[in-house]
């Protein structure tokens, strides 16, 4: 496996910046837990079920319009700005059918709010978030659009200094709508919707006008003969991005999911896991920034048609993801105790959280291996695979063998919420064997061609 020192150099500089943006956007969800807590519990709790509602469709449908970045690389690479003119102009559209699709499925969270074994005082509260949260999707998904095609060109840093001016409004504009300062109605939880919306709005603009001033971006031309819907070309961006929204929806679904099914083993089981899941999704933009700046690096060169430049790139990627999976697991194993510790003191929760931590390390490989995948295959705008692989091994392999092992003693005694973990590793673990696969039938495929 040849690795290139210039390859890993080049696919850092574009991958640093994503990192750090999105590490801000987490930081958003966290200021608005953190600020919602300080309320009451109850509308912790109402902030807490909604977004676990709210979020697996909101960044469901950004994985359809996460099919841009490629095709822009892939455009760019080839010299072919009337090609990003075009894509991007379509993908406008598509933005308004999905903000659309989404405000109408909005009020059906009220269906499930109703189903929940909890106080009506907390699912008003979180169908007041819904309420106003919704009105921020299109903002979103222009943000993202606009995102998409300047870090499809590589231009990284744009969407960190855009999201850390997004996290300074959040701030102030959660304290206003919360507590009702400045003549504004005191909304509590929901407030932090009201907030969100404003803030995805606000960064849109921040894209649009920064789409207007870049000379790199002006020369695309972006808005020049705006053309009309074309139904062709929506639905080849819908293809390629439909199996991105369906993985992104299956691996939140499955995190969302396993709390539910552990609930009846009391609140340390349902503690422990929330500490090891929280812990592990700012750990995984790490890898997932990669995976972004792979997708970038390898539409370009796919793009250019540089079939052994390609290659190298693709080994260069799978090699860097490795290093930085083992670096990830090293600081996990090390700082597992006082982690662990910034979130309970409680001896029976950090005894379980810091076992489920160690499990964690051993996942950060093969999940390093499967995101990288999946950004070599959106760089070479075939993603097919990714759908159904994710499907097969998060969920028939993953969450079936992680009930049996946590829940039944078919194989083991019941492992609690570790067994869960131990499937998330075996399903982790196929899902990059067949990715890899994946790419390398693709790349075979391009090599003969």
């Not at 231009?155 to 504009?173: E, M, Q, R, V």
Request: with cysteine.
């Amino acid at each position: 496996m040849k690795f290139s020192a210039w390859e890993a150099r080049r696919l850092l500089q574009l991958a640093i910046p994503v990192f750090f943006a999105q590490i801000t956007l987490v930081l958003m969800s966290v200021v608005d837990t953190m600020m919602a807590g300080q309320v009451s519990p109850e509308d912790l709790a109402a902030l807490s079920i909604a977004v676990g509602i709210w979020n697996p469709l909101l960044f469901a449908l950004q994985g359809i319009l996460l099919a841009l970045t490629g095709v822009v690389a892939h455009c760019h690479g080839a010299n072919d700005n009337t090609g990003i003119r075009l894509y991007f102009q379509q993908s406008l559209y598509l933005a308004l059918l999905l903000a659309g699709f989404g405000l109408a499925v909005a009020p059906l969270t009220d269906v499930v709010f109703a189903r929940l074994d909890i106080a009506a005082s907390v699912t008003d509260k979180a169908s007041n978030y819904i309420f106003f949260v919704k009105w921020g999707m299109l903002g979103f998904l222009l943000f993202t659009i606009y995102r998409n095609v300047t870090e499809g060109v590589g231009l990284t840093k744009p969407a960190f200094y855009i999201s850390i001016l997004g996290l300074a409004l959040n701030i102030p504009a959660n304290y206003i709508f919360i507590h009702g300062k400045f003549g504004m109605p005191e909304l509590g939880s929901a407030g932090c919707g009201l907030a969100t919306s404003l803030v995805y709005a606000f960064m849109a603009l921040i894209q649009i006008a920064y789409s207007k001033k870049s000379a790199v971006l002006r020369n695309l031309e972006l808005y020049k003969a705006f053309t009309k819907p074309q139904l062709t070309k929506l639905a080849y961006l819908f293809k390629l991005g439909l199996p991105i929204c369906l993985a992104t929806f299956f691996e939140v679904t499955l995190f969302a999911c396993v709390p539910l099914f552990i609930a009846d083993l009391g609140p340390i089981a349902v503690s422990g896991h929330q500490i090891a899941t929280s812990v592990s999704v700012v750990l995984f933009m790490m890898p997932l920034s990669l995976s972004m700046a792979i997708a970038i690096r390898i539409g370009n060169l796919a793009g250019q048609g540089l079939v052994n430049e390609l290659k190298v790139a693709i080994n260069t990627s799978f090699s860097l993801a490795c290093i930085i999976a083992a670096f990830v697991a090293l600081v996990t194993y090390l700082g597992r105790d006082f982690v662990a510790g910034l979130y309970s003191s409680d001896p029976e929760v950090l005894a379980l959280a810091v076992s489920i931590l160690v499990l964690a390390c051993i996942y950060q490989l093969p999940d390093a291996l499967q995101v990288a995948a999946n950004g070599v295959l959106r760089g070479l705008k075939y993603t097919k695979p990714i759908s159904y692989i994710t499907f097969i091994s998060y969920w028939l392999v993953g969450f079936v063998l992680g009930y049996v092992l946590a829940k039944t003693d078919l194989i083991t005694a019941p492992m609690g919420p570790q067994g869960f973990w131990v499937g998330i590793i075996v399903g982790l673990s196929i899902a990059a064997i067949l990715l890899v696969i994946a790419v390398r039938r693709r790349v075979a495929i391009l090599a003969a061609h």
